[in-house]
């Protein structure tokens, strides 16, 4: 005696299908490539041609790292959100020079004011952005007042980053939103994520870096 329809079965095999389908994938380490674009000011157009536009940032556990590539210079900017940590490690090779740079907890504290702080609510609008299911968040900065709006997904989990971390407070991953460093603003959207093995050692320097001040290293770039 047939029980189940054929039909049924077939509705109901396609619904758990979809179901597994759209099951959040919780990715603890990695890569994330951001594509980025600028929203310059008259006075920072000089800057155009120097900024990047994309940033790739490896992440494992609460440990990440944000990468730039500025020509012969690669800078790779390291954080543990949570233990309010931040240092750089530059590479110079035109120069032959190494450089590492801890930032003080009162220089993490003076960096960390700089960022929006987001007030926003998630709203019902929905839309595919490279291939994660979004909602959009309309965002208002507190101090600003400006308003913006953040895509966030729940189909992949991963842990925030120097890049998101701003935008990580609304119940998903950011994958097309708004952030700020040193007065210019960004436009970032994720272009991809992988799964990966992040190597040993990835988020520290090796002894052939010479230690430098926050302070000194500002002082370089004038």
Known sequence: ???IKKSSLFMLLLFLTLSIAAAQRK???GTVIYTL????SADQQQYATMLPNELTCYFRGDSSAAIVNQGATI???????????HSLIIDLPAASKK??????SAEVEQENAGLPQFQGVKGTEKQVINGYYCTKV???EARGGANYDIWITNDIDMPPNSVNRSSSIFGGMPVKFVTFNNGFKINAVVKEIKEMSVPAGFFSASKDYES???????AMSK
Do not use: A, Q
Not at 99 to 104: E, G, R, S
Not at 212 to 218: A, E, F, G, V
């Open 212 to 218: 430098m001040s926050y302070t000194d290293l500002k």
């Open 75 to 85: 800078i790779k900017g390291v954080s543990v959100i949570k233990n309010n940590y």
């Open 138 to 140: 309309p965002v208002t």
């Open 37 to 40: 674009s600028y929203e310059l």
């Open 99 to 104: 450089i590492v740079v801890v930032l003080t």
């Open 27 to 29: 990715i603890n380490e």
């Open 1 to 3: 005696m047939r029980i």
